[in-house]
């Protein structure tokens, strides 16, 4: 009798040997032929809890077979490498930095065959900005402020509130649009909101400006130079859709009135690249302006005094 000793096959591949006896001129032979292990997979730890800034993060991957990784593609402040492998591996999970002041998470997906594992990795937020001195406006972007002639303007005005994925157009719930891109946060406002607002986001003896101020903004100063200091951002257009664009919209105070309909529209001021301080309209009459359906154009404030 012989005793065929075979070791555990750790592979999910079926493996033969041959087993030959030989007498003088007589050989037979058995062939031995291991089952396939079952695919395995693990994957530690299941969750990752990330700091704001940039950072890598390692998940240990234990499989017997070939496996494949993958980040939600809403995520795409979240990287993996390598993203496949066959066997025991790690994949390093890389973070951008969260310039915003909301938490943020991704979902990486470990896939080996019909085997899935799942690790959630949630970002902290940015810290909020340092406070404003006092005399500035509370939600100012920093205490920077600008004077061209008489005027004194501050900073964009945020609300750390905003939700940078829904743009909740409402005169009364405090919530605005944030958009994010590089080193860069813009945050967009609808009219009726920033109208309704006022004192909040521009405290005396601070106001939102007049359409004349800006006028006289455009007197004062080389638009240039101006986009230069305060960059760009464009506006909030509908409910689903930011874009910074080569101009920077905000809101004034000021009505535009509309002789021919006799109705007030909303009113706004670009700065563009090419062509200067330029005042606009948003064709929002205030009792179609304070429905949902109206609500889809969102720009920036700053402050004047």
């Not at 032929?33 to 890598?56: E, H, K, S």
């Not at 990486?108 to 899935?116: E, M, P, Y």
């Not at 405090?174 to 109208?195: E, F, I, K, V």
Request: glycine share 6%; net charge negative.
């Amino acid at each position: 009798t012989i005793t065929v000793n075979v070791a555990e096959n750790l592979t999910v591949a079926t493996r033969a040997a041959t087993v030959t006896i030989t007498s003088g001129t007589l050989s037979q032979q058995v062939t031995v032929t291991q089952a396939a292990a079952a695919p395995t997979l693990g994957v530690t730890p299941a969750t990752i809890d990330a700091a704001a800034g940039t950072g890598t993060y390692a998940v240990t991957i234990t499989s017997n077979t070939a496996w494949t990784a993958a980040v939600n593609t809403a995520a795409t402040w979240c990287t993996l490498s390598p993203a496949s492998a066959t066997g025991n591996g790690t994949v390093t999970v890389n973070v951008a930095e969260n310039l915003t002041v909301a938490t943020r998470a991704a979902t990486v997906t470990i896939t080996s065959g019909t085997l899935s594992q799942q690790v959630t990795v949630t970002q902290a937020a940015a810290a909020p900005p340092t406070p404003p001195a006092a005399g500035t406006p509370p939600h100012a972007a920093s205490t920077q402020t600008w004077t061209f002639g008489s005027q004194t303007w501050s900073d964009a005005i945020q609300i750390l509130a905003c939700d940078n994925n829904t743009f909740l157009f409402s005169n009364t719930e405090p919530h605005c649009r944030s958009y994010t891109l590089g080193q860069d946060t813009w945050y967009y406002y609808n009219w009726p909101y920033a109208m309704a607002n006022a004192q909040e986001l521009c405290p005396s003896p601070w106001r939102l400006p007049t359409f004349d101020e800006v006028s006289d903004l455009g007197m004062y100063t080389d638009y240039e130079e101006l986009i230069a200091e305060w960059g760009l951002g464009g506006a909030a257009q509908y409910a689903d859709v930011s874009y910074p664009a080569n101009e920077a919209a905000y809101w004034t105070s000021t009505p535009y009135y509309d002789e021919e309909t006799g109705e007030s529209d909303s009113q706004s001021w670009h700065l563009y690249y090419t062509n200067g301080v330029r005042m606009g309209t948003i064709n929002l009459p205030p009792a179609m302006a304070l429905t949902v359906a109206g609500n889809n154009i969102g720009m920036q404030v700053r402050c004047v005094k």
